[in-house]
């Protein structure tokens, strides 16, 4: 069965990054996706010019209209902008048994903050908790937590262990950051630890790379593969997209991953 995916994200009209890269990734991915829009930004591959928010009651309602009459198999959930949003979207959603996938998006590749300062403490304690999987690059991490960025791997395990103290299921520390030929992941539960590594490759086309792999995690999650199993699956899939971003040609900027780099051989 063809798992339903729903996607609780910004849009990206360039269609690199958010709703779109998401909707990519969950049908490249073998899942059925569904959006909720929670903001639309004007934005290209040079950066991002304007955000507009969706009203908080309009969210709500575009969830409850899905909830009344589709199964919801796994949730991504990625943009959420202010206070209103992150307190809407977690009353939404504070009953549904499905997997979640918190991408915690709080600035873009450009440097624009797309989190208001004054709404990460309402992540950390309304949606953070009710995560299957949190998945924060290494500034996103060090944002919720209040300290400085990890600038190793022991760093990135001790901050991956505070951020599972507060309540998630799993996180995954994505350490893209860092230097070296290598991008280490670490996969943290309560079990113990995974470590990912794959070699870093050499482009600038990397808009959305968050998006797709947070994306492609619950649908892998949700067709039931074991949480390492997903997180392998969706980097491996994340990485060949990055590997294939250069055969597409789109902008001036940091372009797009190719999320249909299979059908497209």
Same mark, same amino acid.
């Given at each position: &069965?063809?798992?339903?995916?729903?996607? *609780?994200?910004?849009?990206?009209?360039?269609?690199?990054?958010?709703?779109?890269? #998401? *909707?990519?990734?969950?049908?490249?991915?073998?899942?059925?996706?569904?959006?909720?829009?929670?903001?639309?930004?004007a934005?290209?591959?040079?950066?991002?010019?304007?955000?507009?928010?969706? !009203? /908080? %009651?309009? *969210?709500?309602?575009?969830?409850?209209?899905?909830?009344? #009459?589709?199964?919801?198999?796994?949730?991504?959930?990625?943009?959420?902008?202010?206070?209103?949003?992150?307190?809407?979207?977690?009353?939404?959603?504070?009953?549904?048994?499905?997997?979640?996938?918190?991408?915690?998006? &709080?600035?873009a590749?450009?440097?624009?903050?797309?989190?208001?300062?004054?709404?990460?403490l309402?992540?950390?304690e309304?949606?953070?908790?009710?995560?299957?999987?949190?998945?924060?690059?290494? /500034?996103?991490?060090?944002?919720?937590?209040?300290?400085?960025?990890?600038?190793?791997?022991?760093? &990135?395990? !001790?901050?991956?262990?505070?951020l599972?103290?507060?309540?998630?299921? %799993?996180?995954?520390?994505?350490?893209?950051?860092?230097?070296?030929?290598?991008? *280490?992941?670490?996969?943290?539960? /309560?079990?113990?630890?995974?470590?990912?590594?794959?070699?870093?490759?050499?482009?600038?086309?990397?808009?959305?790379?968050?998006?797709?792999?947070?994306?492609?995690?619950?649908?892998?999650?949700?067709?039931?593969?074991?949480?390492?199993?997903?997180?392998?699956?969706?980097?491996?899939?994340?990485?060949?997209?990055?590997?294939?971003?250069?055969?597409?040609?789109?902008?001036?900027?940091?372009?797009?991953?190719?999320?249909?780099?299979a059908?497209?051989?």
């Open positions: &069965m063809i798992p339903n995916i729903l996607s *609780i994200a910004g849009s990206d009209p360039s269609g690199g990054a958010g709703i779109q890269a #998401d *909707i990519k990734a969950i049908s490249a991915n073998g899942g059925y996706a569904m959006a909720v829009v929670t903001g639309l930004t934005q290209n591959t040079r950066g991002v010019d304007a955000v507009e928010l969706v !009203s /908080p %009651a309009m *969210i709500r309602a575009q969830i409850a209209s899905i909830r009344d #009459d589709i199964r919801i198999d796994a949730v991504k959930i990625g943009m959420l902008g202010d206070i209103a949003v992150t307190d809407a979207v977690a009353e939404a959603i504070s009953d549904l048994g499905a997997p979640i996938v918190l991408d915690p998006v &709080m600035v590749k450009g440097g624009d903050r797309l989190l208001a300062a004054d709404a990460v309402a992540l950390r309304r949606l953070v908790p009710r995560a299957t999987l949190l998945t924060p690059n290494l /500034p996103e991490a060090a944002d919720l937590l209040g300290v400085s960025a990890a600038e190793d791997t022991a760093e &990135m395990r !001790s901050q991956g262990a505070a599972l103290a507060l309540g998630c299921r %799993a996180v995954l520390m994505k350490g893209g950051h860092l230097p070296g030929n290598d991008a *280490i992941d670490i996969l943290i539960t /309560p079990e113990g630890e995974t470590v990912l590594t794959a070699p870093r490759i050499a482009t600038k086309n990397t808009h959305g790379t968050g998006c797709t792999l947070s994306a492609a995690l619950a649908t892998q999650i949700a067709l039931g593969h074991s949480l390492p199993e997903a997180v392998r699956r969706a980097k491996d899939y994340t990485a060949c997209s990055i590997a294939a971003a250069d055969t597409l040609h789109v902008g001036s900027g940091h372009g797009p991953v190719h999320h249909f780099h059908q497209s051989r």
